[in-house]
């Protein structure tokens, strides 16, 4: 089983700066990873999939990067609605696997 | 326009049988492509994927709970039940169902499910 970790567990950036999360897989996944922001008491909703691609709606200022095993979100310019939980998530193999999250707090 | 929506009890009792549907609209699972899957997350904890379903029926669970669990649909009602055995304090949560491949590209709300005596 596929375990994704990612960092830090928590980032605290300041409105209108960049902030980078990082997920990392323990075995290739290939471009089949997704992320997420899940703001509090709300459903997950999906950023970005096949690593760099972003979701219908999702602004430019969400960018995805990365392959294999090691990958990147950078958001800039952060906005107060930015300021919540990420999860990444491999989905090349079963099971589908969600890291454990990154809070993205405000500096 | 895809929307989910989840329901079942909010309360079960420990050894109790959990019965959850999903209930969506703007897409059939009778399409070739489409599926549905669960998802839950313990009260401040992370997202753990449970069961997924597709259009022709092919079933995945996960792997530590496969046991416990049945994912089937209805596609006449445009429902999915998830089923879980023998219910027991750690599985509070939040149940989601959600549609996607995966990924999941569209979320239900949610249903708040305590393991309770």
């Known amino acids: 089983e596929i375990v994704m970790t990612q960092s830090p567990a928590t980032l605290s950036v300041s409105p209108g700066e960049r902030a980078t999360l990082s997920c990392r897989a323990s075995?290739?996944?290939?471009?089949?990873l997704a992320w997420y922001r899940q703001k509090p008491g709300q459903a997950p909703r999906l950023l970005i999939y096949?690593?760099?691609t972003r979701a219908t709606g999702i602004p430019a200022r969400f960018s995805g990067s990365g392959s294999g095993t090691d990958f990147t979100l950078t958001i800039s310019n952060l906005q107060s609605e930015d300021f919540a939980v990420y999860y990444c998530?491999?989905?090349?193999?079963?099971?589908?696997?969600f890291g454990q999250g990154t809070k993205l707090e405000i500096k | 326009q895809i929307t989910l929506k989840e329901s079942g009890p909010t309360l079960v009792k420990p050894t109790q049988t959990l019965t959850l549907t999903c209930t969506f609209s703007g897409f059939s699972l009778s399409t070739r492509g489409f599926s549905v899957g669960w998802i839950r997350q313990p009260p401040g904890k992370a997202l753990e994927w449970l069961a997924h379903i597709y259009w022709n029926d092919d079933k995945r669970y996960s792997p530590s709970l496969k046991s416990r669990l049945t994912i089937t649909k209805d596609t006449s009602k445009n429902q999915v039940v998830l089923t879980m055995t023998n219910m027991d304090p750690v599985d509070t949560a939040t149940y989601y169902c959600a549609h996607g491949g995966p990924p999941f590209d569209y979320w239900g709300q949610g249903t708040l499910v305590t393991v309770s005596s």
């Open positions: 096949a690593a760099s």
């Open positions: 998530q491999q989905y090349n193999n079963w099971p589908d696997i």
């Open positions: 075995q290739s996944v290939s471009s089949n």
